[in-house]
């Protein structure tokens, strides 16, 4: 229906024709000339009608409410001048998508746009607007620059399930669904499956895909439905699969940085590329934390507030918190040697916010039942996890990143719902 995508047809010799196709973004009709602005999504164009060159039911068309679907051939006009862009001078128009009643809000008046629940509730209309388009451009590049640098590392992508008979972890409420006569839940981790194709003999592996978690959360970071950018590698420690993590968000980073330039300068947003993201243990940094007058103990989680400042103190956007307590992670994460009350897990912290958890895992399956038993669990209730390493699993380790969270900060948003295209948290789960 389309010959060009309107930023395709401004960069046209002047006099070509062309047919664009799009949304009435702004409409002024003076006496007997009619200025309608076209907008698609790489860009927006001027259509200037005068009365007698178009039938007196196409001028209508181009008189009609903003957000109408039209479609208009006619021939690119340079204007004169340095700042004169690009008009149209439309041939034919046509149209393709009436306005019925009134659109919900008014995606130009920038001063006057309604609270996010109303966008979202209307995210139909809300899409329409650049700046949340480059949002979504970000996030695609973020999950494109995942995959490829996992690729070009030598990982294979796996599609775990999203529908599972038990808890994968620990803690999390799961949210149950009619699995014909079966109990089953939508799965809260893809971490038993990841698991399982590296004790299969995978060996490195990544994946992408939404994980559940039935947490009444109403805060301004958490939602129910989220996507994790996950690897799992064998043969492999806690600092060998950071090594990867590192690499992998320099290439995330890196790619956003060069391919959504424009993007990022919509939304007032910047990215820098680390030299080296920094690695500190969980015990140097509430040494630090100390230091600055914080009352925390050792073992204590870190708080939100924590995280930002740790960053301040340690003068990084992006930042490594390792070999936390063995008591405040999950239970299959591998204890030290050195010293069993520590163990080898660790969080990624970028501008000032965690973004992905993980671990190297315990293989062993005796001491993986001694530290269920540890927790006050029962192990026979972990069988299902704990038979796969009987059949002899080697040492392993992996990540998770929340796109959702990494985009968030990329783009310098206060609201993760903002990073998510139909975000579902305690309350929302329409449209």
Known sequence: MRTHYISDAIAQPEGTEVTVAGWLHEVRDIKKICFSVLRDRSGKIQVTAKAGTLPEDQMEILRSPKETVVAVTGRIAKGKGANAGVELYPTKVELLGKVYGKVPFDITDKEKLPEIDVRLDHRYVDLRREEVQAIFRVRATVQQAFRESLIALGFDEIV???????????????????????????????????????????????????VFRAEPHSTTTHLNEVYQMDIEMGFANDDDVMDIEEHVLKHILKSVAEKRAQELKMLNAHVAVPDKIPRFTYTELVDKLRARGENIEWGDDFTRAHEKMIGEIVGSEAYFITKWPTRIRAFYSM???????????FDLIYRGLEISSGAQRIHDPELLAQQIRGRGMNPEDFEFYIKAFRAGAPPHAGWSIGAERLTMKICGLENIREATLFPRDRVRIHP
């Open 160 to 210: 775990p399930t999203a529908i599972v008979g038990a808890a994968t972890e620990g803690g999390a409420e799961l949210f149950p669904i009619v699995y014909f006569e079966k109990e089953a839940f939508l799965a809260q981790s893809p971490q038993l499956y990841k698991q399982l194709a590296v004790i299969g003999g995978m060996d490195k592996v990544f994946m992408q895909g939404p």
């Open 335 to 345: 204890p030290s040697r050195d010293n069993p009350e520590v163990c080898n897990a």
